[in-house]
């Protein structure tokens, strides 16, 4: 009995390593149960699971989506722009708790250092339209017309700037953007 309870969970492991391994979309977001960010809403969708609502956050292209807010009792969500660390945390005493909050997880980006909140002024050579953070990352390594030394990430927009400049070169980053709306990616 005992060695088909453990064949049994061994079995679950797989499906459940399975699964995420097999790319569903919710396996990019981690959950956190009863909360929300409050009114940073940036497309509604109704009649939707969980799993629907990451795909559209993953596949959003008039902006990068952070993460999404799921009513869990109306099968609705809204698509935020917005991180609980860009708004200040999240919310988590609504009345009969009904939202989850699935937040997007950072991706590492092999090969750059990532400064959040800054960005260099003034020194674009090349501008990328509807790309995440890794495809920037690619476009920057990948680039022959110059050298790509950086780029910076505007989070709301999806859009990157490519830049021959290093925050050294042009005597630092710039922190002090009105709501913060760029990531510097510096490459190692």
Not at 112 to 135: C, E, F, H, M
Not at 155 to 168: E, M, N, R, Y
Not at 175 to 187: I, Q, S, V
């Amino acid at each position: 009995m005992k060695l088909k309870k453990s064949i049994v969970y061994l079995i679950s492991i797989f499906i459940l390593v399975g699964t995420v391994m097999a790319g569903g979309y919710l396996s990019s977001f981690i959950r956190i149960p009863n909360a929300a960010i409050s009114g940073h809403n940036t497309r509604h969708l109704t009649n939707v699971s969980p799993e629907d609502c990451a795909r559209a956050c993953a596949q959003a292209t008039n902006f990068y989506c952070k993460s999404f807010d799921y009513y869990k009792n109306s099968r609705a969500c809204d698509l935020s722009n917005k991180s609980a660390e860009d708004v200040g945390g999240l919310k988590t005493n609504y009345d009969g708790n009904p939202y989850d909050h699935y937040a997007r997880m950072q991706l590492e980006v092999p090969g750059y250092t990532r400064t959040p909140n800054a960005a260099i002024s003034g020194y674009n050579n090349k501008n990328l339209k509807n790309v995440t953070p890794q495809d920037c990352a690619r476009a920057c390594s990948a680039e022959t017309s110059f050298y790509c030394k950086s780029f910076d990430f505007y989070k709301g927009k999806s859009k990157c700037d490519l830049s021959d400049k290093s925050a050294w070169d042009v005597g630092g980053l710039k922190t002090d953007y009105p709501g913060n709306p760029y990531d510097h990616y510096a490459r190692n």
